[in-house]
Nanobody
Framework: QVQLVESGGGLVQPGGSLRLSCAAS????????MGWFRQAPGKERDFVAAITWHAGSTFYTDSVKGRFTISGDHAENTVALQMSNLKPEDTAVYYCAVKTRSGSIYRSYDYWGQGTQVTVSS
C-alpha cells in the first residue's frame, strides 16, 4: 500500500504560478511511476504529467508542455508539479497517483491521493 497526500492548491490569477506537492508513504519500494492527473467539473480525469521514479524520465500532456514541470525527491519521497503561466482551462482538481506496474504511463495507476483544487480566475 502507498499513501499519497497532496498540497499546494489554491486560487491564482491567469498567468500566475502554483506548486503542487505530493508526499508518498508506505510501500515506497513498489513505486514505478508517479503522476499527476486532473479532473475539471463535468469532465473525465485526464493525465497531466508523470515521472519514472528510478530513471527520472518525464512525460507531459501537450497542453501543459513548456508550462508545467514535474520533479521527484527521493530523499523526501515527494513529487512536485510546478505550474506556470496558468490558464483558466487549467482549473481542476489535481490528483497525485502512483503506478507500481510496468506499461503505459498514461493509465493503470494503483494508488491515488485525495486531490487538491486549483482555480485559475481573475
Amino acid at each position: 500500500q502507498v499513501q499519497l497526500v497532496e498540497s499546494g492548491g489554491g486560487l491564482v490569477q491567469p498567468g500566475g504560478s502554483l506548486r503542487l506537492s505530493c508526499a508518498a508513504s508506505g510501500s515506497i519500494f513498489s513505486i514505478n511511476v508517479m503522476g499527476w492527473f486532473r479532473q475539471a467539473p463535468g469532465k473525465e480525469r485526464d493525465f497531466v504529467a508523470a515521472i519514472t521514479w528510478h530513471a527520472g524520465s518525464t512525460f507531459y500532456t501537450d497542453s501543459v508542455k513548456g508550462r508545467f514541470t514535474i520533479s521527484g525527491d527521493h530523499a523526501e519521497n515527494t513529487v512536485a508539479l510546478q505550474m506556470s503561466n496558468l490558464k483558466p482551462e487549467d482549473t481542476a482538481v489535481y490528483y497525485c497517483a502512483v503506478k507500481t506496474r510496468s506499461g503505459s504511463i498514461y493509465r493503470s495507476y494503483d494508488y491515488w491521493g485525495q486531490g487538491t483544487q486549483v482555480t485559475v480566475s481573475s
